[in-house]
T-cell receptor, first 116, second 110 residues
């Protein structure tokens, strides 16, 4: 058990809908990362937050947004969903992220999104 | 040229064999080099981490980095069926963005 909790584990929805994925980092970790994993694209970095502030941005679509709250949990919002958004979405946390990151991420078990 | 290239496999080897997994990268700004292991239906977990060229050993695992060739490797000695998983190389630069390879699926045959 990594200590990172993601909900929901599975989600099935229709095209055009909006969903919210939630992540609780390990106790004491300040950084939260979001990744999308699909068979053809692998693990794609979406966005990173450090202590409530956006720190790094990857290949995140404009239809997607995220935030990190004062209690350090994070939410990833996916809107106007398309079939191609079906994937496994991972949240990871790390203790660092303020420029002293060692690269060790602790991953949750993911949220599997299916868009029909 | 892609930032990170990793052969997706699958790679099947008999139990006890030495496994060699590799990645190439193009971004000279990468300063930290990692290998993660991902079992089916689980999140990735960190196996090895290094920031310099050369070898780093941890039990049956050896990570090798060649910055001049932009090439990293992971060797697994005395491979076990429990090593069957997907292995992802990962890279980080100073802005803390961690980029992963697509992963190599490894099967160790009993």
């Amino acid at each position: 058990d990594s200590g990172v909790t993601q909900t929901p584990k599975h989600l099935i929805t229709a095209t055009g809908q909006r969903v919210t994925l939630r992540c609780s980092p390990r106790s004491g970790d300040l950084s939260v990362y979001w990744y999308q994993q699909s068979l053809d694209q692998g693990l794609q970095f979406l966005i990173q937050y450090y202590n409530g502030e956006e720190r790094a941005k990857g290949n995140i679509l404009e239809r997607f947004s995220a935030q990190q709250f004062p209690d350090l949990h994070s939410e990833l919002n996916l809107s106007s969903l398309e079939l191609g958004d079906s994937a496994l979405y991972f949240c990871a946390s790390s203790v660092d992220g303020g420029g002293e990151n060692t690269g060790e991420l602790f991953f949750g078990e993911g949220s599997r999104l299916t868009v029909l | 040229q892609k930032e990170v290239e990793q052969d997706p496999g699958p790679l099947s080897v008999p139990e006890g064999a030495i496994v060699s997994l590799n990645c190439t990268y193009s971004n000279s700004a990468f300063q930290y080099f990692m290998w993660y292991r991902q079992y089916s239906r689980k999140g990735p977990e960190l196996l090895m981490y290094t920031y310099s060229s050369g070898n780093k050993e941890d039990g049956r695992f050896t990570a090798q980095v060649d910055k001049s060739s932009k090439y990293i490797s992971l060797f697994i000695r005395d491979s076990q069926p429990s090593d069957s998983a997907t292995y992802l190389c990962a890279f980080m630069n100073r802005d803390d963005k961690i980029i992963f390879g697509k992963g190599t699926r490894l099967h160790i045959l009993p």
